[in-house]
């Protein structure tokens, strides 16, 4: 089992800053694929970014691409993202998300809600225009 627990959601204005930190426990993160969804009210879960475990490889899709960052430091069993250029439209609750790679893959990143393992309880983030 990986517990998750994410934080650092809140309220900012358009065009600001804020930085998601998502901490496990529990088995060994460090081989487990990662990656962040958001789901704004009425809507599905959205992919937002993905890490390998290795931290080599990362995935975004256009909606956030240059925005947001996502990294990962094994040794304290965290994932990061860092999200600039806030919009309104990214108002959401942020969920992390853990997913035992096929075949242990390096490189694989998660790209689909479906196939995570583990998920934390997310982290609400409220932009105003």
């Known amino acids: 089992q990986v517990q998750l627990v994410e934080s650092g959601g809140g309220l900012v204005q358009a065009g600001g800053s804020l930085r998601l930190s998502c901490a496990a426990s529990?088995?060994?993160?460090?081989?487990?694929?990662a990656a962040w969804f958001r789901q704004a009210p009425g809507k599905e879960r959205e992919f937002v970014a993905a890490?390998?475990?290795?931290?080599?490889?990362?995935s975004y899709p256009d909606s956030v691409k240059g925005r947001f960052t996502i990294s990962r430091d094994n040794a304290e069993n965290t994932v990061a993202l860092q999200m600039n250029s806030l919009k309104p439209e990214d108002t959401a609750v942020y969920y992390c998300g853990a997913d035992y790679p096929p075949g242990g893959n390096s490189d694989y990143v998660p790209l689909e809600s479906d196939g995570m393992d583990f998920w934390g309880k997310g982290t609400l983030v409220a932009v105003s225009s």
């Open positions: 890490v390998s475990w290795s931290g080599r490889t990362t």
């Open positions: 529990g088995q060994s993160f460090s081989i487990y694929a």
